[in-house]
Structures are given as structure tokens and as C-alpha cells.
């Protein structure tokens, strides 16, 4: 099973509507990471939110943290169809564990029609 | 600020031939990432840098993979032989290096491979 999973896998919206993925884990993380990924390029880092904080906000992006039930959520206000992309969690993990490397979720296509 | 450059974008090759990929990250970090993304999966970790030397390359397949970055800048991955499973994008990221796992990584383009 993976590190992190993400859910929904796929989502289609209409613009001006919200998105909200949701990732799971399983173990203990230093951090948790969103990144964005249009279709064939590479991944733009979107917010990083560390394990003692429970909510951070960037521009129309929310994201919270809840380390109990080892899940975060992505919420995207007042999409755009140019929102349209891949969304993937990673989780860091703490450096006694595997170095603390970061992992990749499955990630969530999100389509943002106009 | 120029980003991370990978070249070349694009590589079909047939099975058990080799291919080379390279990576220039961005001027001042000292971390560097080689990610291996399958289609419809999140990229995977092959190896870390930091600086010239190794952090992790526990999921390198070193029967076939090998990868360098000699004078702690840029970095070169290889596949010989290459097997129709390695058909993937691989994505070279970097970061300042400071605290790896708590900071930005920032990724090139990506090298799309096709082994036929």
C-alpha cells in the first residue's frame, strides 16, 4: 500500500466552482508537500506544510493537516480552467526514516471546464 | 533565474540499447533528485544528491542504472540495458540543499522515454 494516497483520483468541475483533494498516509512525516503538474511538463511545487501546523493558505489554496487521522486536504477556491492539471501530495519523512525522503501520491486529475 | 534544464526531452530506444539522460540544476543547489514517473503514478525517487556525493539511492536499479554528478553540479543518469519497463518520464529536481527534506524542490521538464 502506498505512503500516500490521494482521493479523489479524478475530478471534473465547472470554473468558478471549488476542488478539494484529500491525501492519506501512513506514517509518521516531517512535512507534507502539494505540487502541480500540467500534462508533459515537470511539477511546480504549490505549498509545503509542516507537521506541527494544521492550516496554511496561498493565494486561492488551502491546505490543512490533520496528523491524528494522518490526512490534509487541497482546496482550490474559484477554479480556472487553467487549474487544470495533476495535484499530488508528498509526504517528507521524518531524517530517521529512510533519510527522510519525500514521497509521491497517485495524484488527482483535476479538469476545469470553462 | 534559470530553471532546471534536462535534455533531451524526448528518447525512443529499443530494448537492451543504452541511454543517457543529463541535468543541469539550479545555479547554488546543492541538492539534486533523479524521480522516475510511470504513467498515471506519482514520480518515484531513483537517487539524491548532495553535492557530489550520494544521500540515497536505495531505489536505483544498479544492475542497470547508474548515475554521477561530478563536481557537485551537473548530473548524468544512465540506463544499460534498458528494459520495455523503464519506458517513463525522469525527472530531475533540485533544491538549496540547506535542509532537503523541508524545503522547495524545483523540477526541469522532464526526458519522456519509450523503450520498444
Known amino acids: 500500500s502506498q505512503q500516500g494516497e490521494e482521493d479523489p483520483q479524478a475530478l471534473s468541475i465547472q470554473e468558478g466552482e471549488n476542488a478539494t483533494m484529500n491525501c492519506s498516509y501512513k506514517t509518521s512525516i516531517n512535512n507534507l508537500q502539494w505540487y502541480r503538474q500540467n500534462s508533459g511538463r515537470g511539477l511546480v511545487h504549490l505549498i509545503l506544510i509542516r507537521s506541527n501546523e494544521r492550516e496554511k493558505h496561498s493565494g486561492r489554496l488551502r491546505v490543512t493537516l490533520d496528523t491524528s487521522k494522518k490526512s490534509s486536504s487541497l482546496l482550490i477556491t474559484a477554479s480556472r480552467a487553467a487549474d487544470t492539471a495533476s495535484y499530488f501530495c508528498a509526504t517528507a519523512l521524518p531524517l530517521y526514516n529512510q533519510g527522510g525522503k519525500l514521497i509521491f501520491g497517485q495524484g488527482t486529475e483535476l479538469s476545469v471546464k470553462p | 533565474e534559470a530553471g532546471v534544464a534536462q535534455s533531451p526531452r524526448y528518447k525512443i530506444i529499443e530494448k537492451r540499447q543504452s541511454v543517457a539522460f543529463w541535468c543541469n540544476p539550479i545555479?547554488?543547489?546543492?541538492?539534486l533528485y533523479w524521480y522516475q514517473q510511470i504513467l498515471g503514478q506519482g514520480p518515484k525517487l531513483l537517487i539524491q544528491f548532495q553535492n557530489n556525493g550520494v544521500v540515497d539511492d536505495s531505489q536505483l536499479p544498479k544492475d542497470r542504472f547508474s548515475a554521477e554528478r561530478l563536481k557537485g553540479v551537473d548530473s548524468t543518469l544512465k540506463i544499460q540495458p534498458a528494459k520495455l519497463e523503464d519506458s517513463a518520464v525522469y525527472l530531475c529536481?533540485?533544491?538549496?540543499?540547506?535542509?532537503?527534506?523541508?524545503?522547495?524542490?524545483?523540477f526541469g521538464p522532464g526526458t519522456r522515454l519509450l523503450v520498444l
Open positions: 529536481a533540485s533544491s538549496l540543499g540547506r535542509r532537503p527534506t523541508q524545503e522547495t524542490q524545483y
Open positions: 545555479s547554488g543547489h546543492a541538492t
